[in-house]
Nanobody, 117 residues
Framework: QVQLVESGGGLAQPGGSLRLSCAAS????????MGWYRQAPGSHHELVAYINPSDSINYADSVGGRFTISRDKYKKTADLRMDSLKPEDTAVYYC???????????WGQGTQVTVSS
C-alpha cells in the first residue's frame, strides 16, 4: 500500500501563484511515476501534469507554460508550482503515484485550490 500526503493549495488571486506538495510513502517500486490531477465542480478528473520514471513530463494544454511539476526520486516527493493562476484553475487537486512494475495506482486525499478576486 502507498500513502500520499498533499499540502499547499488554498486561495489565490488571478495572476497569483501557489505551490502544491506531495509526499509518498509505503510500497513504492523502483520505477514509478507521479503526477497531479484535478477535478472542478461538475467536471471529470483532468490530468494536469505527469512525470514518468524516465523524468519525461507532460502537461495539460490548459496549464502549459504556467505550471511546473518537479520531483525528488529519493525523497519520493512531487511538487506542482502554479503561476499565472486563472479562475478556471479552481478545482480539487489530487496527487497520484503509479508503480510501473505492477501498474498499481494510488491517489491522495485532494487539496482545494480556489482562484478568485
Amino acid at each position: 500500500q502507498v500513502q500520499l500526503v498533499e499540502s499547499g493549495g488554498g486561495l489565490a488571486q488571478p495572476g497569483g501563484s501557489l505551490r502544491l506538495s506531495c509526499a509518498a510513502s509505503g510500497n513504492i517500486f523502483s520505477r514509478y511515476a507521479m503526477g497531479w490531477y484535478r477535478q472542478a465542480p461538475g467536471s471529470h478528473h483532468e490530468l494536469v501534469a505527469y512525470i514518468n520514471p524516465s523524468d519525461s513530463i507532460n502537461y495539460a494544454d490548459s496549464v502549459g507554460g504556467r505550471f511546473t511539476i518537479s520531483r525528488d526520486k529519493y525523497k519520493k516527493t512531487a511538487d506542482l508550482r502554479m503561476d499565472s493562476l486563472k479562475p478556471e484553475d479552481t478545482a480539487v487537486y489530487y496527487c497520484i503515484l503509479r508503480n510501473y512494475n505492477d501498474y498499481s495506482e494510488y491517489w491522495g486525499q485532494g487539496t482545494q485550490v480556489t482562484v478568485s478576486s
